[in-house]
């Protein structure tokens, strides 16, 4: 069984960064991603990478601040988040998708994934 793991979120001002962290155990996976959810609000893609960061993907509401990026190796995955706005403001999730899909733009979609973590908080000051 896989679990997932996330690590890095907290309280920071607009302007600010963080980086978030999730380490997966139990198999290596094919793709990560990262998911958010704000209050009232439904879950929404964040950014997602394949094996190799051989291709990634960003919701245009983060494109250019944030950086998804991944250590195969220790199969983690990371999320740099820069220039953060209140509007970032959500729980984060990381999720995990075992096998290869075709075409890969299909990891935008959370219904796609296997495993999800647990999920950070991270909350943006004005």
């Known amino acids: 069984q896989v679990q997932l793991v996330e690590s890095g979120g907290g309280l920071v001002q607009a302007g600010g960064s963080l980086r978030l962290s999730c380490a997966a155990s139990g198999r290596t996976l094919y793709a990560m991603g990262w998911f958010r959810q704000a209050p009232g609000k439904e879950r929404e893609f964040v950014a997602a990478?394949?094996?190799?960061?051989?291709?990634?993907y960003y919701a245009d509401s983060v494109k250019g601040r944030f950086t998804i990026s991944r250590n195969n190796g220790q199969n983690t995955v990371y999320l740099q988040m820069n220039s953060l706005k209140p509007e970032d403001t959500a729980v984060y999730y990381c999720a995990g998708k075992s096998m290869r899909v075709n075409p890969s733009t299909v990891l935008q979609i959370g219904s796609y994934y296997d495993y999800w973590g647990q999920g950070t908080q991270v909350t943006v000051s004005s």
């Open positions: 990478i394949t094996s190799g960061g051989t291709s990634t």
